[in-house]
């Protein structure tokens, strides 16, 4: 059974940086996209970024520039450096691993980002 599970959330000021880890558990790492997701309060769950087991990536418009994903398949590990941070990066972040045949969907707890002075 997979179980992914996510660190690194906290508070930091506007302009600052955190970075996020999800360990992947249980499974065959490089066959599945990884990606990071993220839901404020009262708006729909978007994509922040995602990375192929080819290490391709594709994020979401309103990080781009800010943001970097990465992949280290000797930990089995995901990780998400967020640079820049605003206020509106505040949100639950989640990680979730796609297997590339769209079989198996695994999702995190969840880790809370909150951009704040």
């Known amino acids: 059974q997979v179980q992914l599970v996510e660190s690194g959330g906290g508070l930091v000021q506007p302009g600052g940086s955190l970075r996020l880890s999800c360990a992947y558990l249980?499974?065959?790492?490089?066959?599945?996209?990884v990606g990071w997701y993220r839901q404020a309060p009262g708006k729909q769950r978007e994509l922040v970024a995602e990375?192929?087991?080819?290490?391709?990536?594709n994020y979401g418009d309103s990080v781009k520039g800010r943001f970097t994903i990465s992949r280290d398949h000797a930990k089995n590990t995901v990780y998400l450096q967020m640079n820049d941070l605003k206020p509106e990066d505040t949100a639950v972040y989640l990680c979730?691993?796609?297997?590339?045949?769209?079989?198996?969907?695994?999702w995190g707890q969840g880790t809370q980002v909150t951009v704040s002075s």
């Open positions: 979730r691993a796609l297997r590339i045949d769209r079989q198996f969907d695994y």
């Open positions: 249980g499974g065959d790492f490089a066959s599945h996209v």
């Open positions: 990375i192929t087991g080819g290490y391709s990536t």
